[in-house]
């Protein structure tokens, strides 16, 4: 749901095993050719029409619900066997739901699964071993550790690079580093990092 994440960003739903569109994802899903396989949310920002049309399984949820849309989406995911996760989209102009989302992202129980989240103007990896990234129009990289501090964080081929160091939770540190080249790999020993390419 939230903001439209356009075309380009929801062109990676083509090579998707299964797509879980939240909410008001149906209606960007479909404007811009995607079909989803589930909906999923409290259906309170999606047009009441194209749900009716939908013809893949639906998941209404009460919206008196704990948790965000993108969190229920993740559910019907890991319960269907996921391994890696891209959401697409989901940043809705709402500072409370982008921090939420990327706090969902970085929980323990997707320790074993790849997530990548794509927004217009940003992708982010969730990193817990390593991972490598691509140079895209930017070349801007930033690092966050999440839920505690961050140990043995290495990264290579950035302006700054780090070798084995401990990047603090609630630290600035790792902003707006750089990459040189087509790519950059990230290496964390222990806690889990954000690197954010925007």
């Not at 790792?174 to 790999?185: C, F, K, M």
Request: proline share 4%.
């Amino acid at each position: 749901g939230g903001d439209d994440p356009g075309a380009t960003v929801l062109s990676r739903a083509g090579k998707a095993d299964l797509v879980i569109a939240a909410d008001s994802g149906l209606d960007h899903a479909t404007r811009h050719g995607v079909t989803p396989d589930v909906l999923v949310g409290d259906m309170d920002s999606v047009d009441p029409a194209g749900v009716r049309r939908f013809g893949g399984d639906i998941s209404i949820h009460s919206p008196d619900k704990a948790k965000t849309d993108l969190d229920l989406a993740i559910d019907v995911a890991l319960d269907r066997g996921a391994t890696r996760l891209e959401i697409l989209g989901g940043g809705g102009g709402r500072l409370d739901h982008l921090i939420a989302n990327c706090l969902v992202l970085c929980a323990e129980r997707l320790a074993g699964v790849e997530v990548r989240w794509y927004l217009p103007d940003a992708v982010t990896s969730v990193v817990r071993d390593s991972a490598v990234l691509t140079k895209t129009d930017g070349s801007r990289v930033t690092l966050l550790a999440m839920g505690g501090d961050a140990e043995g964080v290495s990264i290579s081929d950035v302006r700054w690079p780090l070798h084995e160091a401990t990047l603090p939770h609630g630290s600035s540190w790792g902003v707006s580093n750089e990459l040189t080249g087509p790519t950059a790999a990230v290496v964390v020993a222990s806690g889990v990092v954000v690197a954010i390419q925007t």
